[in-house]
């Protein structure tokens, strides 16, 4: 009867966790709230096997737009390093040609 009662209350922790999950990647969706209203409406009618499906989909779906958005942000920064890269040679350029004109004519001139 023991074992029975631990059983139970491991299947209640897994669920109150499964529950959290999806709560939090429900949350975390980038859609409209009434698209998220509607996934939350069905999930009373899923079995645990399906909940645990969602999650893992969910979860998937959380992580590459994570990493997307990762993406973004890196090719943003690298797009502002190439920009800053390009700006300083125009300046190196323009000082080192302004450095040889200045050269020239201060050479005596045969």
Do not use: C, H, W
């Given at each position: 009867?023991?074992?029975?009662l631990?059983?139970s209350?491991?299947?209640k922790?897994?669920?109150?966790q499964?529950?959290k999950?999806?709560?939090?990647?429900?949350?975390?969706?980038d859609v409209?709230a009434?698209?998220?209203e509607?996934?939350?409406s069905i999930?009373?009618?899923?079995?645990?096997?399906?909940?645990?499906?969602?999650a893992?989909?969910?979860?998937?779906l959380y992580?590459?737009?994570?990493s997307?958005?990762?993406?973004?942000?890196?090719?943003?920064?690298?797009?502002?390093?190439?920009?800053?890269?390009?700006?300083?040679?125009?300046?190196t350029n323009?000082?080192?040609?302004d450095a040889?004109k200045?050269?020239e004519?201060?050479?005596?001139?045969?």
């Open positions: 009867m023991a074992e029975d631990q059983i209350d491991d299947l922790e897994q669920a109150e499964l529950g999950k999806l709560a939090l990647l429900i949350a975390s969706l409209e009434k698209y998220k509607s996934l939350v999930l009373p009618d899923l079995d645990f096997d399906q909940l645990k499906q969602l893992e989909t969910l979860e998937n992580a590459q737009n994570a997307s958005k990762i993406d973004d942000d890196f090719i943003r920064k690298i797009k502002g390093a190439q920009s800053d890269y390009e700006k300083t040679i125009r300046q323009s000082t080192a040609l040889l200045n050269l004519q201060s050479l005596p001139k045969e």
